[in-house]
């Protein structure tokens, strides 16, 4: 079966934009969650979604912002950017959310501020 | 902070050399799992464990969840160059509203052929 679609693989944007990545779980995932990862800081937990509906939200601040759709497709928007939300995003499908099944992840999709 | 601590950061092996990597979680977990990136890569479910005492073995690769379910190792003999990449350990945590799947920071490890 297909495994887990990210879009786009890189993205360019400056200092103040905003900007919309998707993730296409495995189909039958309804949990989506989204995490971003640095060199410093390793994989750092965004947000999970479950079947519309947001189960948790991690320490980041409120220009990171998601949603699901009705098909679990999932889509994660930053405003305002800024230099420091340089990094790879990771979006991970699952049976289960909560952490209670396999993560399958996403190749991410690696922005870069300027 | 850190729910789950991974040791060591960095670890740097001649070829044919064993190497473990150790989680330690802050609470108890219901379930950990291990997770292996490649450079360049995203990461990739390698197991879970889900029992007090558990022990998996896959082909080099051994993988234990101590008996207080509080910390877990991955050991692999005879490393080879294959087995580049960073290991992570996950747990579900109690986050705001419910259980979040929380990485460990990783250990990346190097093989010298």
């Known amino acids: 079966k297909a495994g887990v679609t990210q879009t786009p693989r890189y993205l360019i944007k400056t200092r103040g934009q905003q900007v919309t990545l998707s993730c296409s779980p495995i189909s039958g995932h309804r949990s989506v969650s989204w995490y971003q990862q640095t060199p410093g800081q390793g994989l750092q937990f965004l947000f999970e979604y479950f079947s519309e509906t947001q189960r948790n939200k991690g320490n980041f601040p409120g220009r990171f912002s998601g949603r699901q759709f009705s098909n679990s497709r999932s889509e994660m928007n930053v405003s305002t950017l800024e230099l420091g939300d340089s990094a790879l995003y990771l979006c991970a499908s699952s049976l289960v959310s909560g952490g209670g099944s396999e993560a399958f992840f996403g190749q991410g999709t690696r922005l870069t501020v300027v | 902070g850190q729910q789950v601590m991974q040791i060591p950061q960095y670890q740097h092996v001649q070829e044919g050399e064993d190497f473990t990597t150790y989680c330690n979680s802050s609470?108890?977990?219901?379930?950990i799992q291990w997770y292996k990136q490649r450079p360049g890569g995203h990461p990739v479910f390698l197991i879970q464990l889900v029992k007090s005492g558990e022990v998996k073995k896959q082909k080099r690769l051994t993988f234990q969840f101590g008996e207080a379910k509080k910390n877990s190792s991955l050991h692999i003999t005879a490393t080879q160059t294959t087995d580049v990449g960073t290991y992570f350990c996950?747990?579900?945590?109690?986050?705001?509203?419910?259980?979040?799947?929380?990485f460990g920071k990783g250990t990346k490890l190097s093989v010298i052929p």
């Open positions: 996950a747990g579900p945590y109690s986050g705001a509203g419910s259980y979040q799947l929380t």
């Open positions: 609470t108890t977990l219901s379930n």
